[in-house]
């Protein structure tokens, strides 16, 4: 099993994790917390993959519209690889 597997695997569990602790869809004032639990699963990965991963994950749970999320690591530069927050 190689890296890009292990990290849809984890980003399938959090968005599942999420849908347990926020059934309601409470978001909005768990944002940072919950870029911070993708930043930390992609933080061996380059930016584009790591993204590509983590909007995997959230369509694997239904969730949509949540790719704003990465904005809120902090990491906002565009045009070069970039890697999450470690």
Known sequence: ???RNIQLILARHYGRKCRLVFPHGEW???E????SGWSYMGRELPWDEARESVLEGWQTVDFDGR???FSAS???RS???RRALQ
């Open 1 to 3: 099993m190689d890296r």
């Open 74 to 76: 902090g990491s906002g």
């Open 79 to 81: 045009g070069s690889p």
């Open 67 to 69: 790719e704003d999320l």
């Open 32 to 35: 940072a917390h919950i870029a």
């Open 28 to 30: 909005r004032q768990h």
